[in-house]
């Protein structure tokens, strides 16, 4: 069973099950890790009885979801079936049964591993005949001519079409073509040349594709007219192709796709000689194919690296560069980033008579989440500016949030009033993790969800709830890449964990207050990298 993955951010994956069961998650001890912040650690899980595959949820929070139904119980999977988790998407996939793989003759069919092929020494001195010693001596010319002739730099369309001129040069045909694999297993046609210009389509049989391609045998069909494989290939026989030789594109690191030629009529039959010296061809080919695919590689890498540097500035750029000054209160905000970028935002808004206090998390990663940060920021603007209270805001930049992005892009937030005078805070929480009101006497309340995410539903309400700050009372408000940071055993930091922290550092001033909680996750994690922002919030009030 080959799972496909398309993840939230429009990554695409795959993941082929090895064993009887595969289970998904964020977790690293999950056989499939998705960098979701929203599934559960191991989220749901497919399993093999006898020859049927089924999938079931293992108690997430936000279900498991097979062709948009919600799981209530284990259900059997079929190839087209899609399962939805969070904001990813898996399509299910069954290979071909197949045949066995080896060197096999068929007939007028003779298949032979490539590489036993490659791996054929050189004729012994003694006993081999002058004829087999030419042979063998004008075929190490070829590949070295080949060798530099591929040495130079060259983009991977000119490589496939100066492969395919060796190929008609040394090994002589009508029409040949390159087919590589796909991330998804599938070949696609990436080359083709031919002698003939009234040549129809290059198309070969699933059988050549899958013997040659996927399990790496050269191929030598002698007649495919005589070989009821090939017969049923109308692309082949209706075109008077009549002789086949293939081999696969073959690295250490394994096959990357065939190469095939083909002869019409009776002009030309391949011979065993000319399937070893394609094979030949064939390998020296792949090791430049995989060089360019290594330097496509390593610009998209580049690409995306200065895409995430992009992301990172303009995330950067929505922080506050500082915070007010409140009488009678002290605060800190802090943004340590991960590897990576995440949508962490937070500010602090001065208002006629109240401050304004927020802090958010969007879904997503890069360049998007960025995006979705900005236009978050930009929809609670007005609103906030306008004095409406916490629910209102939320509830107007929710609707706004739906209307503008994808079904799969939402954000938590926590957002909240606080009355400088009195002390008292009014506070909307949407999802977001639960801020923490530490009194001065070490007693932790919880400030948890009174509504969904930002932008989940089309039309949410949202409740608000109130708290007080006494002299010496510290609110923290903070993100899920404080409490989901993991040590090497893969056990999170955890709420559990940050309120007794709070207990014991209560009396610290907010930045002071900060760092220690950062010490103290370096030490939790243990050098770990962090897989998602720190941001944090810590605002005490100094007097009454």
Known sequence: MLLRVQTADGETLQHRAEDDEVTVGRSSSAHLTLSDRFLSRVHARFYRVDDEWWVEDLGSRNGTHLNDQRLEEAAQVKAGDTIRISGCVITVEFDDPGKSSGSTDWGATIFRAASDLLQTDAPAAVAASPDDLRGYAERLRVLNEVHHALSRPISLQELLDLILDRAFEHVGCEEGAIFLRESNGKYERA?????????????????????????????????????????????????????????????????????????????????????????????????????????????ERQRLQEELDLARRIQVALLPASLPEIEGYELCGTNLPSRGVSGDFYEIVPRESDYFLLIADVSGKGIAASLLTASFEALAAGPIEDGAPPEQVTARVSKRLFERTPPAKYATAWLGTLDHRTGAVRYTNAGHNPALHVRSSGEVEILGPTGVPVGLLQNSSYEASDITLESNDLLLLYTDGITESEDHDGEEFGLERLMEFCREHRDLAPKEFARALETDLDSFTRGQPAADDRTVVVLRRTSD
């Open 191 to 299: 080359a083709i040349r031919s002698t003939n210009t009234e040549s129809g389509e290059y198309l070969y049989s699933v059988t050549l594709l899958r013997e040659v391609g996927d399990k790496g045998l050269a191929a030598l069909v002698l007649d495919a007219g005589a070989d009821e494989r090939f017969r049923d290939a109308m692309s082949i026989m209706s075109s008077g192709v009549r002789s086949l030789v293939a081999a696969p594109l073959m690295d250490p690191e394994g096959s990357l796709g065939l190469i095939v030629l083909n002869s019409r009529l009776h002009k030309r039959q391949f011979t065993e000689d000319d399937m070893s010296l394609l094979t030949s061809l064939a390998s020296v080919a792949a090791l430049r194919i995989r060089n360019v695919a290594l330097a496509i590689e390593a610009a």
